[in-house]
């Protein structure tokens, strides 16, 4: 066999060649129906492929099907031995008619599957992943979205080692082999894309349930696990049941087969994945009971079971037509998931918690070197643009919508659209047609969201004089990789004017439409001569707010505001006002108006606590980060600090008596409860902040006496960036106590790296030579080296060794498993946000990268970029 990477003559190797959303293509054949025979062992699987295939349209284009790794043992076109030709990892065949019968055999070892796609084992089960294009890792076939098939499955595998064999659909026979060996057939009636195919065999058990649909049809609910983890799947089913529900009352989208199962795996890129009916997820996003796992762990659980159901119509039912419009599912099906969790948690907090996490992520995404929009032009390897953009700005983009429209033309939207292309795989273009032709709203504008990257600033000013008011808005949006002088955009902004005194709205709250660069806005007869001006209300719009309230204005706004979010954006403010300006060097830290408006925020009655607990959260060193033109670390960290200090000073008393108050039961998971652990864990820190040694002996005492979880990890979380022995006894317990469980072992890798010590650095370069540690399991990896490089002051150690850890750690995981790799590489594009001499020693971390043999194209894409 000939390479052509070997040959200097040949053309570069087709691995790195840039795909293009202007070029896509209708298929040149369909795939009508799929037939498999999958013969399972751990370290060999033998596919058979039958497919029943149909010329599109008039052309004499042979039939490409997409291999990855694969050789083919037979070819077969209507039950003959065919002529075929690879190009590439592809298989090409000549056909002579409109329809044919293609069969292919193929065999590999999952056991060495490390890249975890396609089909591959993990701790004794044999599993699934195929979205984006890990079918074409099982067997040869189109692979892309707008090829849709039924699918009939037989699966036989040792009836000991594999007694449990699911795929899509529903299993109509099943039957006893030879030689200890058993099989089942599974048949999915509904058509769908490849990327949705899913099997699983293992020794699994079934925590069961049901559900009556809204027409009366029963489901069958089952989370599989592994026997001994079956105590902790409860959580789970229920948050899956109260997802159909949600999705029918809310949606009016009932669920279409008779079965719904999710299986639990170990060892999982993502999340989680919606296979028709088949369901498989991260372990960790299923497993929880409240010792082990934190308030936030399940919620999280309840927000991507949520996800993954409510993917059975956004994504399923109606898929996407091409990778480029990846964002029409998961965009849409964030912004559901997070609807559901508000309307099951506090509403007003739930929403804070997105905008931190897409400010924490989106929005340095939208500023640096893999800024794309939201439905990108162009790809070297779709699995990097499963982003914070695609996913979380494409969200925002649904709510936008809503907001736009009003929450009445949204669902005839949603019902417009579902009806139009039930069964289809569609495009960004076609979600907002729907929006449009059921509202009778033009959106014209509105589309450059998805077609425009970088973040808008919007400058906001008002005018009070005499009895009325002017609010000047102007917008821009900065130029982003391959994007430049781009257009003003349609920026839904909430507002209201509010009284002073009272809070009371002067001028009602309503949705200015912002379309122009430059805009005003008069309102008449206002009762004050000096209305305050609360806007981007609910954070109607992913934007930066500029505005020139004065200190006095935001502390008011955080006191009497009557829209919560907003209360919370005047809090986040002030302390970015407090912070700014030390470190520029311009002054000295003055806390006072953060203690002021933390000590008003703690004693206002009306406030839930899990508002609070936002409410008194200090921007994290990455938030302030974004704020600042050129980020030295070491003096953001040292602001931040002082700020904690002050305030947990300044607030001694309060915190303390907040702190002591009686706890809520150990596994009540009620929202009350949960919000009342979560101020209580804040209030612990900031004590800290305040007195390292109190809050030490504090944070022990909670630990030692902690009755879940929350309170365990809460306590630790403060523990691990103090000194004093409490700190090691209490992390040397969480290890003895939890080192044979591993989704509470990753706690354990993260809580350290994440440890604002100037010795962790240290710390985690002995961690990833602990024997627990391993680059194999995604969540490991993760557990470490997400969290240390999201630990600004010390992954960007002046000396340059965090740099040097994380490049070493993605060359090595790029051998193994380069999606996961790939995923590492973003901290180290942002040299351009950083002084000189850490700049430097980034573009040489990414440069060691860059040279490195055998570079996967997922890593070659974000690190060729990444230095632009
Ligand atoms: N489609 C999955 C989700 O968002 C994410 C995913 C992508 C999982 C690729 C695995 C692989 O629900
Ligand atoms: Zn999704």
């Known amino acids: 066999m000939t390479d052509s990477r070997m040959n200097p003559e040949a053309p570069p190797t087709p691995d790195h060649v840039t795909i293009y959303a202007k070029d896509y293509e209708p298929p040149k054949w369909w795939v009508r129906h799929v037939d498999l025979d999958c013969d399972l062992s751990a370290d060999k699987a033998r596919i058979r492929a039958t497919l029943n295939v149909e010329k599109n349209g008039s052309h004499d284009r042979p039939l490409v099907l997409a291999g990855d790794g694969l050789k083919p043992l037979t070819v077969q076109v209507d039950g003959a031995d065919a002529q075929w030709t690879l190009e590439g990892d592809n298989l090409l065949i000549e056909l002579s008619g409109e329809a044919h019968e293609i069969a292919t055999t193929v065999e590999f070892d999952p056991s060495a599957n490390s890249q975890l796609m396609g089909l591959y084992a993990s701790g004794g089960l044999l599993c699934t992943q195929c979205e984006s294009e890990g079918f074409r890792r099982i067997t040869f076939h189109p692979d892309r979205p707008d090829v849709l098939s039924t699918y009939s499955v037989t699966m036989h595998a040792d009836a000991k080692a594999y007694p449990i064999l699911l795929a899509n659909g529903n299993k109509v026979s099943e039957g006893i082999g030879e030689d200890g060996r058993h099989w089942a057939r599974w048949e999915d ?76 795996v170990d060892d999982f890129n993502f999340g989680a994945m919606e296979n028709k009916g088949l369901n498989i997820f991260n372990s960790r996003y299923v497993l929880a009971d409240s010792e082990t796992a934190t308030d936030q762990d399940f919620d999280a659980i309840a927000g991507v079971v949520a996800h993954e159901y409510f ?146 600033t919007v400058r906001a000013h008002v005018d009070a004089s005499g009895s009325g008011a002017v609010l000047k808005l102007q917008q821009d949006i900065p130029d982003t990789p391959g994007q430049k002088d781009k257009q003003p955009m349609a920026i839904p902004l909430k507002m ?74 005047a809090l986040q403010e002030l302390n970015l006002r407090a912070l700014l300006p030390v470190i520029r060097g311009e002054t000295v830290m003055d806390a006072s108006k953060v203690i002021a408006a933390f000590d008003a925020t703690l004693s206002d009655e009306r406030l839930d606590d899990a508002f609070k607990a936002e409410a008194i959260m200090i921007p994290s060193e990455a938030m302030i980060g974004e704020k600042l033109a050129t980020i030295d670390p070491d003096k953001v960290h040292a602001a931040r600090q002082a700020l904690g200090h002050e305030v947990g000073k300044g607030l001694t008393e309060k915190l303390e008596q907040m702190y002591g108050r009686e706890r809520p039961a150990g596994d009540d998971l009620s929202v009350a409860a949960k919000g009342q652990r979560a101020l209580s864990n804040q209030l612990l820190g900031l004590i800290a902040s305040g007195d390292p040694a109190k809050g030490a002996r504090l944070a022990k005492a909670q630990y030692d006496g902690a009755r879940n979880m929350t309170e365990r990890q809460g306590a630790l979380t403060v523990l691990v960036s103090l000194d004093g022995a409490e700190r090691g006894a209490a992390l040397e317990d969480f290890y003895n106590r939890f080192k044979d469980q591993g989704l509470v072992l990753d706690k354990w890798f993260g809580l350290q790296a994440r440890a604002e010590r100037d010795d962790t650095m240290d710390a985690v370069e002995k961690l990833a030579e602990h024997p627990d540690f391993t680059l194999k399991n995604p969540n490991r990896l993760r557990a470490l080296l997400v969290n240390f490089a999201s630990n600004q002051w010390v992954f960007h150690h002046a000396s340059g060794r965090g740099y040097d850890l994380l490049a070493r750690m993605v060359i090595e995981a790029d051998k193994l498993n380069p999606q996961v790799a790939a995923r590492l590489v973003p901290p180290l594009g942002r040299w351009r946000r950083y002084t000189d001499a850490r700049a430097k020693l980034m573009r040489a971390a990414l440069q060691r990268i860059e040279q490195a043999d055998g570079l996967s194209k997922d890593v070659f894409e974000q690190v060729s970029k990444s230095l632009g």
């Open 189 to 264: 009636p509904f058509p769908k894309p490849s990327y949705l195919f899913a099997m699983v065999a293992g020794d699994l058990s079934a925590n069961s349930g049901a559900f009556t649909t809204m027409s009366g049809r029963e489901v069958e609910l089952n989370i599989w696990v592994r026997e001994k983890d079956l105590p902790l799947t409860h959580h789970a089913l229920q948050a899956l049941k109260d997802s159909m529900k949600w999705d029918e009352e809310v949606y009016g989208r009932e669920y279409d087969l008779d079965l719904f199962n999710i299986v639990a």
């Open 311 to 456: 993917h059975n119509w956004s994504g399923n039912r109606v898929t996407c037509r091409d990778w480029f419009q990846l964002s029409l599912k998961e965009g849409f099906t964030v912004f559901r998931d997070q609807c559901f969790s508000q309307d099951h948690n506090s509403e007003a907090v739930k929403r804070i918690e997105d905008v931190r996490l897409l400010r924490a992520i989106q929005f340095p995404e939208d500023s640096g070197p893999l800024a794309h929009p939201v439905r990108p032009d162009s790809y070297i390897e779709i699995s990097n643009f499963y982003t914070a953009t695609v996913y979380n700005k494409g969200a925002e983009l649904i709510r936008m919508m809503r907001t736009i429209l009003g929450e009445k033309d949204f669902r005839k939207g949603s019902d417009l659209y579902f009806e139009r292309h039930d069964g289809q795989a569609v495009t960004c273009e076609d979600f907002v047609k729907a929006m449009e032709d059921a509202s009778g709203k033009d959106l014209a504008q509105f589309r450059l969201w998805y077609s425009q990257a970088g973040t808008p």
């Open 496 to 569: 209201a004017l509010l009284s002073r005194q009272s809070g009371a709205e002067l001028v009602e709250e309503r949705t200015v439409m912002l379309g122009e660069a430059e805009q005003t806005v008069t309102f008449e007869d206002i009762a004050e001569a000096d209305p305050i001006l609360s806007i981007n209300r609910d954070f109607s719009a992913p934007i930066i707010l500029e505005s020139d309230r004065d200190d006095e204005e935001l502390a008011a706004l955080a006191r009497v505001d009557g829209n919560a979010f907003a209360r919370y954006e």
